[in-house]
């Protein structure tokens, strides 16, 4: 296995665009995580999925902030319009929900808005 | 999910053992121990975790305190590609679902020649 994909690796974007990320998990994990990780605050958890339906979504920062998960082997994190403040490294994670096993990452997406 | 405390940074001379503490004085009985790590620019990357008793990787050692409340992670011989920071996590574990994975600040450990 290829491991977590996620793309694009870079992102650049003015601000006031729309940003779509994409994540696809491990082929058989059926929990995916969202992450954001800037200096300030460090790695956040903004959501995660069990069976492609989201359980916490409390890390989601605001309205402009949506993901979803329409299949296993797909997700999309929506940035809507993008702001300068959402510059981050993305991340996104998959585990096997049978017992809580380890997460695998994805290298993660860089964002920048100008 | 019970609230880790670690230290904000540590040094370690190659070759020597990384013994890395953390408390967790909160943690609940359902709630199990993990370790992740992150070297710069990449994406987290799991270590080991653990209940009660102390568990032993290809990776490291995780050693629990009989009260659950402190653990330490140990790279036995740290090598300058072990240099990252060090993630104590707590979290709850349910039969068939995942739970939250939630990260602090954890250590950030420099190995140095």
């Known amino acids: 296995d290829a491991g977590v994909i996620q793309s694009p690796r870079h992102e650049v974007t003015e601000m006031g665009q729309e940003v779509t990320l994409r994540c696809k998990p491990i082929?058989?994990?059926?929990?995916l995580f969202w992450y954001r990780q800037t200096m300030m605050r460090g790695l956040e958890l903004l959501i995660y999925?069990?069976?492609?339906?989201?359980?916490?979504d409390s890390g989601m920062p605001e309205d402009r902030f949506s993901a979803k998960m329409p299949n296993a082997s797909f997700s999309t994190l929506k940035i809507q319009p993008s702001e300068p403040r959402d510059s981050a490294v993305y991340f996104c994670?998959?585990?096997?929900?049978?017992?809580?096993?380890?997460?695998?990452f994805g290298q993660g997406t860089r964002l920048t808005v100008v | 999910d019970a609230k880790t405390t670690q230290p904000t940074s540590m040094d370690c001379a190659e070759g020597r053992a990384a013994n890395l503490p953390c408390n967790h004085s909160?943690?609940?009985?359902?709630?199990?121990v993990y370790w992740y790590r992150q070297i710069h620019s990449q994406g987290p990357q799991y270590i080991i975790h653990?209940?009660?008793n102390n568990e032993t990787n290809e990776m490291a050692s995780l050693i629990i305190t009989e009260d659950r409340k402190s653990s330490t992670l140990i790279l036995p011989h740290a090598t300058l590609r072990d240099t990252a920071v060090y993630y104590c996590?707590?979290?709850?574990?349910?039969?068939?679902?995942?739970?939250?994975?939630?990260f602090g600040t954890g250590t950030r450990l420099q190995v140095t020649l």
């Open positions: 909160t943690i609940s009985g359902n709630e199990y």
């Open positions: 082929s058989g994990h059926n929990s």
């Open positions: 653990g209940l009660k």
């Open positions: 999925f069990n069976n492609n339906v989201p359980i916490d």
């Open positions: 996590i707590v979290r709850v574990v349910t039969t068939g679902t995942a739970s939250k994975l939630t």
């Open positions: 994670a998959s585990s096997s929900a049978a017992w809580n096993t380890e997460a695998f």
